[in-house]
């Protein structure tokens, strides 16, 4: 066993080294969201928005993950301004697009894409010229470490039965998944983050004998098990947060539901056991909240007819931080 769990030391090693490159643009935008509650709010807004249209369209966690490093690493070289909440919206249509385009074979057209209660619809050349200064502000780095990194990496060389490796794999990509939207974990190094996910899933899969997987999780890691220990519990707090809103969601949603076969359709499509139906039951609650700012047909969306890319670059790129 020791023998399979060190055989790939250089290519750790090689991940390690990328995650420390991206620790300034960490810094950075932790201390924007701290600083200003309001991009936090919009950050918060835009990466459940992301997941949403990720589930919406059965792309891959890695997709989503993408879309929101995308996110991130942009924020933390925006200006953001109060007067300007479609700009945010912008970005997250931008950024889920490059991701599907690295990742996906089949990617939506751009207005398609703009589904699960968007704020604003914008036109396909608005959304391209954002990509490319997304692209631009992040030097066409498109492969970045993150979270699913670790994992793939060590998953394959914890030695676990082939339907207990894939049922891990799944249950950390949807533990990551249901996390990723709360501003604090961005603190977290990739490593910390799939190592504290790993650590809270292998309790589930391996109950039996979970103390010696954690041990061989923190032996190939070499992170700082303190930290480790606090995002593992940040973990625990979120979760049981996300599972009590989900709770209440799904209570709203069973009262709305109409006493007819249509109504039990509408109930049994909503299961608690997928990612989609979080999308679902999420996008419910939003529409129960308040009325959408538009009605996607023909003559009602509004298409938000934006300044040219030079304009929208000066604002994002030259404005104070």
């Known amino acids: 066993m020791e023998q399979d769990l060190f055989w790939e030391d250089d290519e750790l090693l090689s991940l390690f080294s990328k995650e420390q490159d991206i620790m300034l643009t960490h810094l950075n935008l932790i201390n924007k969201l701290h600083s200003d509650p309001n991009l936090a709010m919009a950050r918060h807004e835009a990466v459940q928005w992301i997941l949403r249209v990720n589930a919406h369209y059965a792309f891959s966690p890695l997709t989503a993950v993408l879309s929101v490093n995308f996110l991130d690493r942009f924020l933390s070289n925006l200006h953001f301004q109060k007067d300007k909440p479609w700009m945010t ?38 959304i391209q010229r954002m990509e490319l200064l ?16 670790f994992l793939d990496h060590i998953i394959r060389r914890l030695g676990l039965k082939n339907h207990l490796h894939w049922e891990f794999k799944r249950r950390c990509e949807r533990l990551l998944l249901s996390i990723i939207s709360d501003s604090r974990f961005v603190c977290y190094l990739p490593s910390v983050l799939a190592a504290a996910t790993m650590l809270n899933v292998i309790n589930h899969v391996e109950p039996c004998n979970p103390i010696e997987y954690q041990n061989q999780l ?7 098990k303190e930290k480790v220990d606090e995002c593992y519990q940040l973990i625990l707090e979120s979760t049981s947060n996300y599972n009590v809103q989900n709770s209440n969601r799904k209570r709203r949603y069973e009262s709305i539901i109409p006493r007819s076969p249509k109504g039990v359709m509408d109930a049994t499509f909503s299961c608690d056991s997928s990612n989609d139906s979080w999308a679902v039951a999420e996008s419910v609650s939003s529409t129960q909240s308040q009325k959408p700012l538009f009605k ?9 007819r934006l300044p040219p890319i030079n304009r929208v670059a000066v604002d994002v790129l030259t404005s104070p931080r």
Do not use: R
């Open 89 to 126: 919206q912008l970005v997250a249509v931008a950024c889920i697009s490059v991701a599907a385009k690295v990742e996906e074979t089949h990617v939506p057209l751009l207005l398609d894409l703009q589904v699960e209660e968007t704020k604003y619809v914008f036109e396909a050349k608005t």
């Open 134 to 149: 997304v692209l631009s502000t992040l030097h066409w780095k498109m492969n970045p470490v993150t979270p699913l990194s």
């Open 218 to 224: 923190m032996g190939v890691l070499k992170i700082s």
């Open 296 to 304: 996607k047909n023909s003559i009602e969306i509004q298409q938000l």
